[in-house]
Structure formats: C-alpha cells, structure tokens
C-alpha cells in the first residue's frame, strides 16, 4: 500500500506545482472554468428561480428540473456534448455543460428562498407602499440570500466534480494527476491528486457555508437552513 | 437509435451491471443511514452531519482513486466503487433519515411506550413505518444520484453503463453516448416509480388520514 | 415461512449440492482482460469466444484500463488472459530496451516476463504507436521522419496524459531525434486536435483507421523510437496448453491489415467487439 511518506514526498516535489500540468496551472485551470460556468448558471437561474417564488407560477418546472437534474450522469453530459460541437469548441462544450449541471440547485434554492418569506412579511412591504422592484431587491432578495448560497454551494460541488473528468476531453484541471497517474501506475500522484481536489472541494464548500450562514436570517415563522 | 438496436446485448451486459452496482450501495447505504440517524444522540448530531457533508462534497472519481490507499481495495473493479457509493448513499440520507424521525408524531411515541412496548419493538412497529415517507423521499434523492454517479467508475474499470460514454467518446459513435445517457436516465425513472410506488404500498393508512382530516 | 416441507428441504439440498458444483468449475474459470481500447477488446473478445466454444469458462473483464493498472492483476493471478502488444509491454517491464525488430523485441520480452507470466505466439499484426501529422503539414514543412520536425521552431506533440511518461515520449524525442515538443494531453480527442490544427503532432496508434481515412502521415522512424510492437498473449499458468494452442491459432491468423479492417468494422459500421470478432473467427474458420 502507499505510504504517507510517498505521498508527502509528491506533494513536497516543486517540479509536480510548476508548468503547463503542474498544481498551480491546473488549480486555476480547474477553477477558472468552475466559477466562470456557477457565475452564468447564477445569472441565469436566480432570476428565473425569484421569478417562480414571487408569482406563484411555474413551481411545478422547478421540481422537475430539480429532480430530473440529479439524474443526468456528468461523464456523458460533457461527452455528448463535446462532441456535438467539435473539438475547436470544446472549452465551450464543457461550460455548457457545466452550466447545465450548476443551474438546477441554484435554481432551487433561490426558488426555495423566496418561498420561505411567510406572506406577512411581503404583505407588509406592499403596505408600506414598495413596488415590486423595491419589494425583490430590499426585502426578498437580503431574505432569500442563504437559501441562494445554499443553492450555489451545492453547485459549487457538483461542478467542481464534473472538472475532475475534464482531462478526459483533453482539458486540464486537478483531475489530470489521477488520469496521468492511472496510466502511468504513479498512486502517489493518484492519491496526491485526489486529495488535492478532496481539500480543494471541502474547503470551497465550508467557505460558502459561511457565506451561508452569514446571510441567514431566521424568520419568525419558517427557518431556512442548510 | 440503430446503434443501440445492434448492439442490444452489450447494453443488456452493462446495464446488469449498472444495476448492481448502484442498487448494492443504495441498499447498504440507506440501512447504515437509518441506523445512523436513529442512533446517534443529539449532541453529536452536528458532527457528524459535518463529516458526511464533507464527504459528500468529495467528487466521486477523487473518492474512487482515493479509497484503495485508504483501505486496501482494488483500484480496478466494482468492490472499492460500491463501497464509495454506499458512502455517498449514507452522506445523503443521514440529513433526510434523520428528518423522517424527527417528523413522527410525538403521541405515537407516547401510546407505544403506554403499551409497554420495548424501544426496539417501538421502533421496529412504529417509528419506522411512521418515517417511511421521509426515508423512501430521501432514498429517492440518493437513488438519482447514485444511478448517475455510479457511470463515472467506468472510469476505473468497472463495466457499467459509463462504458457507454467512454467507448463512444474513442470511436467517436455519437448514439452509444446518447444511448448510455438514456439507458441511466431509464434506470432513474423506473427506480423512482418503483420507490414512489413501495412508499404508497408501505402506506397503506395515509389515504384514510387524509380522508378524516 | 415458519414450516419446512421435505420436498422444500429436499430442493434446497440438490440446490446447494448443485451450487457445490459449479463453484468447483469456477476454479477452471479463465479470466480474460482487456485495455480500455476497442481494438485490444475486439481481439480479447475473440479470445473468449474461441475458448468458450471449446468448452472452457470464460469471464470477460474487459476495459481494465491502462498497463499500469492492470499488469500487477495479471501478475496477482486476478487475470488469465490478456492481448498485449509487445513493444510496450517490453518497455514496461524494461524501459531501457534496446531492440526494435519485432523478433528481437519478442525474444527480450520473453526473457523481461516476470515468473508466471508467459507470452503466447506473436501475432504478425502489429499495432504500434506512431507520430502523425496532416498531409499539408508535412508537404509545407518538408517532413518525412521523425528527425525532419528538428528544424521546426515550435512544435505542439498531442497524445495521452501519459505520454511525457513513456520512454517515446517528449523526453525520448529529445534524445533520439533533437526535437523539443511542447506536450499538450489531448487524451481522446488526440486525432481530432490534429485535424483541427490546435496540435502539429499526434501519437496515434498504427492500426487506428483514421490515419487512413483522414490522410494523414506517419512520420518514419529511423532511429527507432518506438519499438516494433505487434499483438501478443500474455497467459498466466491458469491457461492450460489446449488452451493456449487456440489462442496461437488465432496469433497466427491475425495479420495487420486483418486488424484494421476490424478497427475499421468497429469504428464505421460501429459494431460491437463481439460482433466483430465473431464475424472474423468464423471468416478464418476459427469458430462455426
């Protein structure tokens, strides 16, 4: 089995942190393509999930959304799709696909969050004679923000996951060291790699769990949590 | 569609083995949870909520490769990817198992232990039946997911539905992807039908409280 | 359930006697791998069928992956059977290894072989990796061998994550030919990468169908960077000698061009490796 000691010595070898495949690179290739497809996904959906909450409408196509979503396996999204468009457009292909991975719990959640606002405290506002645009920015939106963090944690994992496989459709990101390192039988690179991305990935959703919890707010009637 | 009607015994092969691998994890899993939930006290809820919520940000092709120099198993075959999967089933239905519990009516607690019920035969006989709904609605959640993630170790060998996807990719066969994707898509529907449907035959008193409500 | 009739104690008995015996036959189980590469499926998968028909018990553990993986299950014993191709796995087991001629790199394999593990007769089909660029790439530049692209200034190399490790990698380039290479890993979209121009070069294995359907040209390689690398089986001690001698049947039938053409089977009429290794077996009168 594969000491510790092997493992440190990979981590602690500055030729695996720098070129083109090493840690440095391939981190802020693998994040770089995670936050830029989390911000369009946000963009997209947290208008279109405080929408649905606000008017009452269409809740029926976020659960289904929600639930058909966690059906879809990412390996064969991201290789349809990257196939479909060629291999020029690849980098455009994995954002989609990304992006269509990060949209449905952001979706939810925002969903989520404004549904959770009990109708006193929107009847309230309107009383006091806020528009519906004040109404969204002042009152729902502050509300809602964990339930939307939440949704974007969530997210935040399902695609930093998904960037794992990159290398598999000739990208970079961490996953390349566990790809590399089966081919070449490195399990040091392998289990090395993988923790990387395991610290990576735990650290970037206790630091949105934060947020989270920054923003929460409990209401009277309904907490909203987790 | 013509790829997949002529290679209809290839994806009979994958899908078998699809199956098990997710339906082993999702069963193993969900008992570990529940027992889980049930046992462990308030106090250390939280952590160990934060444990498995860890583990379940922990991206699946990572959890594979990683387990083998954690605890011995192969970095080829099913064994290591069914116990990852099982570990994923337990991280997502602790939080919901846990809810079920805490969703039984206080007074059906009381009347059991009234009756002279022992706290296994309360649980057995009436906490568990009472929590089914929740449970099934988590294990419906976790199913998707697992159906789903369960193609990724095909990644390490393991020749499941994901070989779809791979294979497709090399040979450049456009309808061996689109059929792997609908093969899982299948698999998660009727699993969910399935589930829906046992929790309503678990059930049977729900409609008639509904009906005097 | 709580009464047992005989007859149901009877049933489970023969049940269990019957279990008995075919986990006593289990023993005899041949296991057959294969990479994760349709190619070396297409001919494990004959592999299976032709010692099926023969009455052995075969179970398929196919796509295992790279050589590096899988090796030490061969060696474990976790494997039988498994197509190989001599070239690399020589350079697996000796990276240094300096011979380049199918025979001679046969004959050092035979003797890198760690014990239990024998290669089988050698196939004259060959499939081996090899650099490609596109044909207006190598009529602007004036390209012919391997040694020609020292001239170029920069030069994008294509291929599995791998390649810096292997010994015909960017590092054996380098040593052989003088050429530096910027290494991009372009994994499964290696050939597409060079058609589409965002690679000069690509490692391409010699039996892939593309090469020939897209036009493209292998680059010579005088020097030997690559060591000749044809089909071989590797048979642990499980694979007994009626066993084996079908397997060398199948050796012996299998040309190079046999292979692409199946390569090509695979990739246009995109069958299924058993479909096209039994249509083969049966062309050559290998299988009814």
């Not at chain 2, 290839?10 to 193993?28: G, N, Q, R, Y």
Request: hydrophobic share 55%; net charge negative; with cysteine.
């Amino acid at each position: 089995m594969l000491s510790i000691a092997e493992i440190w010595q990979w981590l602690f070898d500055v030729t695996n942190w720098e070129g083109r495949y090493g840690l440095v690179n391939l981190f802020f290739e693998h994040m770089t393509l995670s936050f830029s497809a989390i911000l369009i996904a946000a963009l997209i959906a947290v208008p279109i999930g405080v929408a649905i909450g606000h008017l009452g409408k269409g809740e029926a196509v976020v659960v289904a959304i929600s639930s058909i979503s966690r059906a879809i396996p990412t390996m064969g999204l991201l290789f349809a799709l990257v196939m479909f468009m060629g291999i020029e457009f690849r980098g455009f292909a994995v954002t989609l696909a990304l992006v269509i991975i990060a949209i449905p719990p952001i979706l939810a959640g925002s969903y989520a969050g404004i549904k959770a606002i009990p109708q006193t405290i929107s009847q309230a506002a309107k009383a006091q004679g806020m528009t519906a645009q004040q109404l969204i920015w002042h009152v729902e939106l502050p509300l809602s923000a964990a339930s939307i963090i939440g949704g974007v944690r969530i997210a935040y994992i399902q695609v930093v996951s998904t960037v794992v496989l990159a290398p598999l459709i000739g990208l970079g990101g961490l996953g390349f060291g566990i790809i590399q390192g089966l081919a070449l039988r490195d399990f040091a690179q392998v289990t090395s790699s993988a923790l990387i991305i395991v610290f990576i990935t735990i650290l970037g959703d206790r630091l949105i769990g934060f947020a989270q919890k920054l923003t929460a707010v409990k209401l009277a009637a309904v907490e909203i949590d987790r | 569609m013509e790829w997949a009607l002529k290679n209809l015994e290839l994806i009979f092969d994958l899908t078998m083995t699809h199956l098990w691998v997710s339906l082993v994890p999702l069963v193993i899993g969900s008992v570990i949870a529940i027992f889980l939930a049930r046992i462990v006290p308030k106090r250390f809820a939280g952590s160990v909520n934060g444990t498995l919520g860890a583990l379940y940000a922990i991206p699946s092709l990572a959890l594979f490769v990683a387990l083998p120099a954690l605890i011995g198993t192969n970095y080829v075959g099913p064994i290591n990817v069914v116990i990852a999967l099982s570990l994923y089933v337990v991280a997502s239905m602790f939080f919901s198992a846990r809810d079920a519990f805490s969703q039984v009516p206080a007074p059906a607690i009381f009347i059991a232990r009234a009756q002279g019920m022992s706290p296994w035969q309360r649980i057995i006989h009436v906490e568990l039946p009472l929590a089914i709904p929740g449970l099934i609605a988590g294990l419906r959640v976790a199913a998707a997911s697992t159906v789903s993630m369960a193609s990724i170790g095909a990644v390490v060998g393991v020749r499941n539905l994901g070989y779809l996807f791979l294979d497709g990719f090399q040979r450049k066969i456009a309808d061996e992807i689109v059929t792997g994707l609908f093969a899982i898509f299948v698999i998660a529907i009727v699993l969910d039908a399935g589930l829906w449907f046992l929790s309503k035959v678990l059930t049977p008193w729900s409609k008639k409280s509904v009906q005097h409500a | 359930m709580k009464k047992m009739t005989k007859s149901s104690i009877a049933l489970s008995a023969v049940a269990i006697l019957g279990l008995a015996g075919c986990a006593e036959a289990g023993s005899e189980t041949i296991v057959i791998g294969s990479q994760a590469y349709y190619s070396n499926e297409i001919v494990a998968e004959a592999y299976a069928l032709v010692l099926e028909d023969a009455g052995f018990q075969v179970e398929r553990q196919f796509s295992l992956g790279q050589r590096d993986v899988y090796v030490p299950a061969i060696v474990a014993g976790e494997v039988d059977l498994f197509p190989e191709y001599s070239g690399n796995l020589l350079q697996y087991f000796n990276p240094e290894a300096s011979e380049t001629s199918a025979e001679d790199v046969y004959n050092a394999l035979v003797a890198a072989l760690p014990a239990g593990l024998t290669a089988l007769t050698l196939s004259g089909a060959s499939d081996q990796d090899s650099y490609n660029v596109t044909k207006e790439f190598a009529t602007e530049n004036n390209l012919v061998s391997i040694g020609d692209l020292a001239a170029l200034a920069n030069v994008t190399l294509g291929g599995p994550p791998e390649l810096t490790g292997r010994p015909y990698g960017p590092q054996g380039l380098l040593t052989t030919y003088g050429v530096t290479v910027a290494f991009e890993a372009t994994g499964e979209t290696t050939v597409e990468s060079l058609v589409a121009g965002l690679i000069d070069m690509a490692n391409v294995y010699s039996a892939d169908p593309r090469i020939q359907q897209l036009g493209l040209v292998t680059l010579k390689d005088p020097q030997g960077l690559f060591l000749a690398s044809n089909l071989v089986p590797i048979a642990s001690g499980a694979v007994n000698a009626d066993a084996r001698a079908l397997i060398n049947a199948i050796s012996l039938a299998m040309s190079a061009e046999d292979l692409v053409a199946m390569n090509v089977r695979s990739v246009e009429e995109q069958l299924s490796a058993a479909v096209i290794a039994r249509d083969w077996l049966v062309s050559k009168g290998l299988l009814n």
